[in-house]
């Protein structure tokens, strides 16, 4: 008789705050998280905070310790602050960033990023409402490509390669996801490719991802060369559902659409396997305004509220479900009323924002 695995409890959830605001941004976020939950009566959340970044060089002599990568094999789910690799000391200012090291230990295949015009904030397309599904593994990104060394290379001082890699598996599990999520939306699935040029590469992507489509037959599927999609985006990108493409078509697209709806400060993520996931902003560290009470929260509470969603649909935890939606309308309505931070054109700091939300979701 071989022993029990012990399934990891879905209220344990790592906290880790990261570089720059995210020491502002990552409690804001298990704050609101914290009173939803409380809201709903939900099972109280035991945060394992861990370290990460900068402050793991000074305490663990690495931004990525062994000992955090080993505690988040034992969650489902993790919130992520931004880092600021780039002003990493060297070795470390060289290697796999912090985030990039987690997704590819764990297999975050999945980059779920929405992109929604918020009530009250100025945006170029507001009837934006989408989500970007991104294959995270593949691809012409050197970090993800490869199991050792990097997916570029030189031959010569003057010459350049990088090697694009797309297999049939990773293009089937992304294409699963994104149908599986239109199913919950509106049903409506377009695949983005280059295939005109790239035919081999995102031909077999745009070909898989069709053959999947046949399996949900209630989701309409229709496809975009990468270059049109940009543009129908920037004119009429609220005529999208779920938008599901490969790794560096996904990365720009969903800038492109947070910076459409808004602002990248109000651009949620996860980054997701099927057994584990993490909640990520879209944005960076933003380290000249670190330490000011100014960095907008908005993106990470609703990451945050992404993977409660998550969790409750997988663990069949309503209360988080209905935490996660409690955030949403929070979000909104603070925003609609008017309290935003700078980024949006509002007056509010970091911490009158986060109160302004937490008050909201405990008495809606």
């Not at 976020?29 to 709903?40: F, I, K, Q, S």
């Not at 409506?188 to 077999?204: D, E, F, M, P, Y």
């Amino acid at each position: 008789m071989t022993d029990a695995v012990a399934i990891p409890a879905p209220h344990r959830i790592g906290l880790l705050e990261g570089d720059g605001i995210g020491h502002e941004i990552v409690p804001a976020a298990r704050r609101v998280v914290d009173a939803a939950v409380a809201a709903v009566h939900g099972p109280e959340i035991d945060w394992v905070p861990l370290p990460l970044g900068a402050d793991a060089i000074a305490t663990h002599g690495t931004p990525t310790p062994e000992s955090t990568l080993d505690a988040l094999a034992g969650l489902n789910s993790w919130i992520l602050g931004p880092h600021d690799s780039a002003a990493y000391p060297d070795p470390f200012r060289a290697q796999l960033t912090p985030g990039g090291q987690i997704r590819k230990r764990f297999d975050l295949y999945a980059n779920i990023r929405p992109a929604r015009a918020l009530p009250g904030v100025r945006a170029v397309s507001p009837r934006m409402d989408l989500v970007i599904v991104r294959e995270n593994t593949e691809g012409l990104y050197a970090d993800r490509n490869m199991v050792v060394g990097s997916g570029e290379f030189m031959p010569t001082p003057d010459v350049a390669l990088a090697v694009g890699v797309v297999t049939r598996a990773a293009c089937e599990r992304i294409a699963h996801t994104a149908f599986r999520l239109a199913t919950r939306r509106r049903r409506r699935v377009t695949i983005v490719h280059k295939a005109n040029v790239l035919s081999l590469t995102t031909g077999l992507f745009r070909d898989v991802c069709r053959e999947i489509g046949a399996q949900y037959p209630s989701v309409t599927v229709d496809d975009e060369h990468v270059d049109a999609m940009a543009a129908h985006l920037v004119r009429h990108g609220g005529d999208y559902d779920v938008v599901v493409t490969e790794n560096m078509f996904g990365d720009i697209l969903s800038d492109l659409a947070g910076e459409l709806s808004g602002s990248l400060g109000t651009a949620a993520s996860i980054n997701a396997s099927d057994t584990q996931a993490m909640a990520q902003a879209a944005h960076g560290a933003a380290p000249d305004i670190a330490g000011r009470n100014r960095a907008n929260p908005t993106a990470l509470i609703l990451s945050a509220a992404m993977l409660l969603d998550r969790l409750g649909t997988a663990h069949d935890l309503p209360e988080f479900a209905a935490a996660a939606r409690r955030i949403q309308h929070a979000v909104d309505a603070t925003v609609e009323a008017g309290v935003a931070t700078a980024d949006l054109g509002g007056l509010a700091s970091t911490a009158e924002f986060t109160e302004a939300v937490v008050a909201r979701t405990r008495r809606r």
